[in-house]
């Protein structure tokens, strides 16, 4: 087992896609954060599998999608909120490739440097829409974002 180190953590802008705002945050093993050709594969996937409409009386349209530039392989994970729910789908390419597949139901779910973002958009969430459900502040919680440096 290799010790834990941190990963540089960042936001990498919100984009409209398939009628939702998504919020994108890149981590990175090594080097810089994911650069445009992973946003843009990441983006795609996130188009074509975001639920229509985007809005309904369980969702507000804001989701978020990590880009990860592991050791191992190029990891996307796309989630959204109905509620106090979150749904995710998970997606893999070989690394220095865009090549994005999903990855099946019984495969992992996220490492512990994707669940540090993940338990920040939770407390986001929380701060930002559950906490303020006739007024939730979709603004601020897709500015709310995580920066993690790496030591």
Known sequence: MIPYRPRVTGPLGVRALAGWQVKIIGITAGGDLPGDPEIEAACRIADGWLPAPARSPARHGVAFLIVHRGEEALWVQLAWWELDILHQRLFRA????????????????????????????????????????????????LTDTLRVEAH
């Open 94 to 141: 070989p690394l220095g490739t865009v090549d994005l597949r999903r990855v099946p139901p019984d495969g992992p779910a996220a490492c512990v440097w994707e669940l540090l973002v993940i338990d920040h958009e939770r407390r986001a969430w929380i701060a930002h829409a559950l906490r303020r459900p006739d007024d939730p502040d979709l603004k601020a919680y």
